[in-house]
């Protein structure tokens, strides 16, 4: 199995983060909600595993998270 800088030796990765910026902004607010529930789901066993490593990083996420939701709220 190839390693992951194997893999990417092909990418244009200025390309593909452009790709990606084009899909983020064409989801609404409602799908990229469900994108992070389906995400969350997932791993969530993993969130709880590493709890105590990210927790202030988690915290300060979710404070960010709450700002652009009252942006989009007003």
Sequence with gaps: M????TLRAGWDSDSLLEDETIQLRAMTPAESIRQ????????????????????????????????RLRLLSD
């Design 2 to 5: 190839p390693d992951l800088s």
């Design 36 to 67: 992070w529930v389906r995400l969350q789901t997932a791993f969530e066993w993993q969130l709880q595993q590493t709890a105590s490593l990210f927790e202030q990083d988690r915290r300060f996420a979710l404070v960010e998270l709450q700002a």
